[in-house]
């Protein structure tokens, strides 16, 4: 499935990364601008967007599985304000377009107690562990967060390749 979303060459380059990469955290984010609030979180989140086959092919690595604006709204993890509110597997992680939206949002959720374990958005990028493989709704390279809160640590599993039409989890590269 890899080879199929993102071309020989780069399944070549992460499999010799091999799956439970420890090496250390990727280069963080610099931007140090502040980030937006979580959006309020309901009583009642929306229901989970699901992927259809056909939202799961992609024409090359760097554009992601897109879907509609409504459905990226309600992706795993969206309207959570805490790690507890967004329980997470290599099968369902939490989905985010790019690594910056998704360190963004592990720097913004907190713990039970209402605290942050991250000073900053480059500590909470710190926090990443390697990626496990692939998983997720549509089979894409899953990373794994460690996340120290009061209460437990949590293994916060990130899909950094859901994204709204429009828009790619590369594209402050291109």
């Known amino acids: ?80 304000s805490k790690f507890s509110e967004v329980p997470t597997t290599k099968a369902t992680p939490l989905e985010a377009c790019g690594v910056r939206e998704s360190v963004e949002a592990i720097f913004r959720l907190s713990c039970n107690d209402g605290s942050r374990p991250f000073a900053s958005p480059n500590q909470a990028h710190a926090s990443r562990a390697g990626n496990v493989g692939v998983g997720g709704r549509c089979e894409t390279v899953i990373d794994l967060y460690k996340i120290p809160c009061p209460e437990q640590t949590y293994d916060l599993y990130v899909d950094i390749y859901l994204c709204p039409v429009g828009r790619g989890p590369f594209d402050h590269m291109r």
């Open 1 to 80: 499935m890899l080879n199929r979303i993102f071309g020989s060459a780069v399944v070549a380059l992460l499999s010799a990364c091999a799956p439970n990469v420890t090496a250390g955290p990727v280069a963080a984010p610099t931007d140090s601008s502040p980030l937006p609030p979580l959006p309020a979180s309901s009583a009642q989140a929306p229901p989970a967007a699901s992927a259809s086959p056909d939202h799961c092919k992609v024409k090359d690595m760097f554009s992601g599985v897109t879907v509609s604006a409504e459905e990226f709204e309600r992706r795993k993890g969206a309207h959570a």
